[in-house]
């Protein structure tokens, strides 16, 4: 039932957006989005202040939020930008709004929401 109504929503945004009609934020509908700075297996737990090609790989994950959420460079160093982002996308699914990448804010990443109706923080 949750399927169905995934693909029904993606299928109605998918229409709203050719039709050049404003739809909420989006993810991007591929998993992954082209990010190769890690394999997709290696999910470590990251924190504020972290550095590395862990820090890039959610980097480039989160900017396929895209949209007003602003996009990270991927530079490697997880600051107060992705800080924000973090939390802002763990809380469009649900999940504590801790900032910790672990888990299930990797899975998330890899596979987001197709929207999010929660205003990102000024």
Same mark, same amino acid.
């Given at each position: 039932?949750?399927?169905?109504?995934?693909?029904?929503?993606?299928?109605?945004? /998918?229409?709203?957006?050719?039709?050049? *009609?404003?739809?909420?934020? #989006?993810? $991007? =509908?591929?998993?992954?989005?082209? %990010?190769?700075?890690? /394999?997709?297996d290696?999910?470590?737990? *990251?924190?504020?202040?972290? #550095?590395? $090609? =862990?820090?890039?790989?959610a980097? %480039?994950?989160?900017?396929?939020?895209?949209?007003?959420?602003?996009?990270?460079a991927?530079?490697?160093?997880?600051?107060?930008?992705?800080?924000?982002k973090?939390?802002?996308?763990?809380?469009?699914?649900?999940?504590?709004?801790?900032?910790?990448?672990?888990?299930?804010?990797?899975?998330?990443?890899?596979?987001?929401?197709?929207?999010?109706?929660?205003?990102?923080?000024?």
């Amino acid at each position: 039932m949750r399927r169905n109504r995934l693909l029904t929503s993606a299928a109605a945004l /998918s229409a709203a957006a050719a039709l050049g *009609l404003a739809v909420p934020h #989006t993810a $991007a =509908a591929a998993t992954g989005h082209g %990010c190769s700075y890690v /394999s997709s297996d290696y999910r470590p737990m *990251l924190t504020y202040g972290d #550095t590395g $090609a =862990a820090v890039r790989q959610a980097q %480039c994950l989160s900017n396929a939020w895209g949209g007003e959420p602003p996009q990270l460079a991927s530079n490697g160093l997880y600051g107060d930008r992705m800080l924000k982002k973090i939390e802002w996308i763990q809380v469009c699914h649900g999940l504590p709004e801790s900032g910790v990448i672990e888990g299930r804010t990797w899975q998330v990443l890899y596979h987001p929401l197709l929207d999010c109706h929660v205003p990102y923080p000024s």
